[in-house]
């Protein structure tokens, strides 16, 4: 009896030491997240349920919004700093920037993904794991028209609207005002959130997390708090959030699509 209980200590001792480096270097792997900085004007702190947001309201009636992946040489901005400067060295500074949508290894968008009213991916319809397939998932969209929307993916591909930015993401946070039917009410996962909701046609919300929060929690900010009756989650851990010339919230994360605000210029 005393010999076995040597040999598990010995092994847990050796397990513990062979797991070591995976967990000392698993803090590290991301670079620390930036909580700071000035506020853009549309935006403003937030809390509910005790968790901190930072919410910014769009009117697109005074504001440009748009979804944005690569530059002029076709490759993928890959994060928001990059992005932003790319922007300022064409003359078009944003006022916002955030990341919207899942993306692969090579940061290609996982889903749908309309660029200046040019389809740059498809529209996701498989079954998976993730997330991003956390059925019912979405799409957000700007009309050629102006006018926004949060819609479910399959209501998307029937009505097939004309789009000039579209980002597809999942799951759906709020689905019609109705919390995503797998939520649970406060969730186990927690993670630093970020996601979009459309008020009416001419008002985007866009939320992130300054501490972590649970989907059930997070959907609930979109309905009860900034009154959205649809509401589309981006991502999480790599959430971020920038002012276009410094982060608010996030680090170095990569990026896939790029969700970004600008001031209307006179006509």
Not at 8 to 26: E, N
Not at 208 to 228: M, N, Q, Y
Request: charged share 20%; proline share 6%; net charge neutral.
């Amino acid at each position: 009896m005393m010999k076995r209980r040597h040999i598990a200590v010995i092994l847990t001792g050796v397990l513990a030491l062979a797991l070591a480096p995976i967990w000392w270097f698993r803090p590290s792997a991301l670079p620390p997240v930036i909580i700071g900085g000035e506020l853009p004007a549309p935006c403003r702190d937030l809390s509910f349920e005790a968790v901190p947001y930072v919410v910014c309201e769009i009117d697109l009636r005074s504001h440009d919004i748009g979804v944005f992946h690569a530059g002029a040489d076709g490759k993928a901005f890959g994060s928001l700093e990059k992005f932003d400067k790319a922007m300022a060295g064409e003359g078009r500074p944003v006022l916002i920037a955030m990341n919207a949508g899942m993306y692969h290894e090579d940061l290609s968008p996982v889903g749908l993904l309309v660029e200046d009213g040019h389809e740059e991916a498809p529209l996701n319809l498989a079954e998976g794991e993730g997330n991003f397939f956390l059925k019912p998932n979405g799409v957000f969209l700007v009309r050629k028209d102006g006018k926004a929307a949060v819609m479910e993916t399959s209501a998307y591909a029937a009505a097939r609207p004309d789009v000039a930015f579209a980002t597809q993401s999942g799951p759906m946070l709020v689905i019609n005002g109705r919390i995503h039917p797998r939520f649970e009410e406060n969730g186990v996962s927690r993670y630093i959130r970020n996601g979009v909701g459309v008020r009416d046609g001419d008002t985007v919300v866009l939320a992130i997390s300054r501490s972590e929060v649970s989907f059930g929690s997070f959907a609930r900010l979109f309905r009860d708090a900034l009154h959205c009756s649809n509401a589309l989650f981006f991502d999480g851990v790599v959430s971020a959030l920038s002012n276009g010339e410094r982060m608010i919230i996030g680090g170095k994360y990569p990026a896939g699509p790029i969700i970004a605000v600008s001031v209307k210029k006179p006509v």
